[in-house]
């Protein structure tokens, strides 16, 4: 089986386009890779023979963050992709712009997929790692379409600080919250994007939900189940889904886990369904805890802060001191002292006291994935936290 070690400095897509192009099955993994050279080849070796053929395999993560082997066909990623390009009214994007790892499913299906199945070329970056090559790929290319995680705005705004991308014409968010307090802004940076909220997950390959930014007011909105998906909300608020488009099978380490049609997939996040078909996320699995008694969800509680604070807000899980489940809020960059003031006030007048964080914490940068997505571990590890606020228990 071939497999494909990103880069990242440049090559990737010509030898990802010869391994997708051929009948063998190939895998396609990240540049800094979590898991032994020992758990990936007995990943490997179990795969069965029906699938050591057009089919490809990508490296991620499952909800406990523990990594997974997630096998995708490339006849339904193609398909996938082809109704992507419809829905999102694809025909206006002459090319597709790489700001993202291509061994991210979203930017893989989204961009490299979508540029096999339509012929438009595929522009290869480095993204935020070289700023400025992205910003002229951006400026000199034809009309063309990005995609990004809600994580990336604060390097956006910190290395293109009043500069207007007007080539982008499909901008796309996933991998995360949608930044919907931040559109007026976004459409500064790039005043003739459309602007789109795709909601799934790996085991998704990765699409469920695609909704216009302007369909709803609400971050929490993802809109409604593409044609051939189906989604619902079980107990204890679990979202699950069905696909035609999703994931043959998963492989964590120990076996693998074939996924047939009649299969229902959680995809870790809690969610409530609306009268008009569309659902509403509540938070990650992990990100909604008890504590005190009550329910809370963290994603909730940065919902309420994004008002009063435009710059980057994140959160961590962390126990106090009798053990009871709680979180950090941290802040990036640091706030001053009016502005701290602001967000606890609004802490205040919007959630309980059992839904404060623990203490108000900020960094000067938040660590980030090779994905794009914030690294909460490394965030709760970080040496260079300041505390600006604890709450007194």
């Known amino acids: 089986m071939h497999v494909l070690r990103e880069q990242r400095e440049g090559g990737d897509l010509k030898r990802l386009r010869e391994a997708w192009r051929a009948r063998e099955t190939f895998a396609l993994l990240p540049a800094k890779m979590e898991v032994s050279p020992v758990w990936l080849e007995e990943a490997l070796a179990r795969l069965p023979e029906p699938l050591r053929e057009e089919h490809f395999l990508l490296l991620t993560s499952g909800t406990t963050g523990q990594p997974k082997l997630v096998i995708g066909a490339k006849e339904r990623a193609e398909a996938l992709a082809a109704l ?54 951006l400026e000199r290319g034809e009309d063309t379409m990005l995609c990004l995680v809600g994580a990336q705005l604060p390097l956006l705004w910190r290395f293109f600080s009043g500069r207007v991308f007007e080539r982008v014409v499909r901008l796309h968010f996933a991998g995360g919250r949608f930044p919907q307090e931040r559109l007026a802004e976004l459409l500064e940076t790039f005043p003739r994007a459309a602007i789109y909220n795709n909601y799934g997950c790996a085991e998704a390959m990765p699409r469920l939900t695609v909704r216009r930014a302007e369909d709803s007011n609400s971050w929490s909105n993802v809109g409604k189940p593409l044609p051939g998906i189906e989604l619902r909300v079980g107990s204890a608020q679990q979202l699950t889904f069905r ?80 053990g009871e489940e709680g979180y950090v809020l941290v802040l990036c960059p640091e706030p001053d002292k009016a502005q701290l003031r602001t967000i606890l006030r609004q802490l205040r007048d919007y959630h309980p006291r059992a839904h404060w964080p623990l203490s108000v914490e900020a960094v000067t ?14 965030l709760a590890g970080s040496k260079n936290k300041k505390q600006l606020w604890r709450q007194r228990i």
């Open 84 to 137: 992507l390009h419809e829905v999102q009214d694809g025909d206006a994007a002459a090319t597709a712009t790489l700001a993202l790892p291509i061994s991210y499913c979203y930017a893989l299906v989204n961009q490299f997929v979508w540029g096999e199945i339509t012929g438009r070329p595929v522009v290869e970056t480095r993204g935020f790692a070289d700023p400025q090559s992205l910003a002229e790929a």
């Open 243 to 322: 696909s035609r488009y999703g994931a043959v099978a998963i492989d964590e380490g120990k076996a693998l886990q074939m996924i047939d049609a009649e299969t229902w997939v959680a995809t870790g996040d809690l969610a409530q369904a609306s009268d008009d078909g569309s659902f509403s996320l509540l938070g990650r699995a992990s990100e909604v805890f008890k504590r005190h008694g009550e329910k809370v969800s963290t994603s909730r509680v940065l919902s309420t802060v994004a008002e009063v604070w435009s710059r980057q807000a994140v959160a961590f899980r962390q126990a106090d001191r009798n």
């Open 365 to 378: 940068e938040v660590p980030l994935l090779s994905n794009g997505k914030v690294d909460p571990r490394a």
